[in-house]
């Protein structure tokens, strides 16, 4: 009567071996998923001649499309953020910025936050490497000078209202090595416009 019992329990042990070996194998043969350097650059356009600035090398090509689709005289980097993002995964930000090009203060200060979800590695059309984004967001709350005070000594004060701006995206787009542009948005209280670029290199 004990020997069907001990059939059984040697084809569950058996089973169970069989089970862990392949558990085993699956974790020594995954990888480390490759990594990828993501910046994201805010190109201002303006016709501010006091705020010019000239855009460094890498973004000549950007330079030029913007150029020809818009009619601002002056272009500046007003800021670059910088994350390390693996095959499959998240990146969020949130800081502040001193995007206007004024000196830097606490009521002069925009505060940042921008995401990217679900970041993939994939050939594109040509077959080259290429990535996407399910999504990408970009937000901020921008100073808005709306009044001038005197403070108790007479020394006149700005007065400044925080306006909110941002941008969603669903599934975006890139090459590698390859500065895009990729979302544009109006200054509140100003002529000028934000540029977002965005660049993915590899990180290995």
């Known amino acids: 009567m004990n020997q069907p019992l001990n059939g059984r329990t040697s084809i569950i042990a058996i089973s169970m071996m069989l089970l862990l070996s392949a558990s085993f194998l699956a974790q020594t043969t995954t990888q480390v998923e490759p990594s990828y350097n993501v910046s994201l650059q805010l190109v201002i356009g303006s016709n501010d001649a006091q ?21 601002f005289t002056n272009y500046r980097l007003a800021s670059t953020f910088l ?22 203060s606490g009521v002069t200060q925009s505060f940042i936050e921008w995401s990217a979800i679900n970041f993939r590695s994939m050939p594109n059309a040509a077959g080259q490497t290429g990535f996407q984004t399910q999504s990408f967001r970009f937000g901020a709350r921008v100073p808005v000078l709306i009044a001038e005070r005197k403070d108790e000594v007479g020394k006149v004060q700005p007065v400044y209202n925080y306006e909110q701006i941002g941008l969603n995206i669903s599934k975006v787009g890139l090459s590698q090595n390859t500065p ?12 000028g416009t934000i540029f977002l670029v965005m660049t993915v290199r590899s990180a290995d």
């Open 180 to 191: 895009t542009l990729i979302g544009t948005l109006n200054l509140p209280g100003t002529s």
């Open 51 to 71: 705020t010019r600035g000239d855009l460094p090398a890498e973004l000549n090509n950007v330079s030029r499309q913007l150029k020809s689709s818009f009619a």
């Open 83 to 104: 994350g390390r993002i693996s095959n499959t995964g998240n990146f969020e930000y949130k800081s502040t910025s001193n995007i206007f090009g004024q000196e830097s």
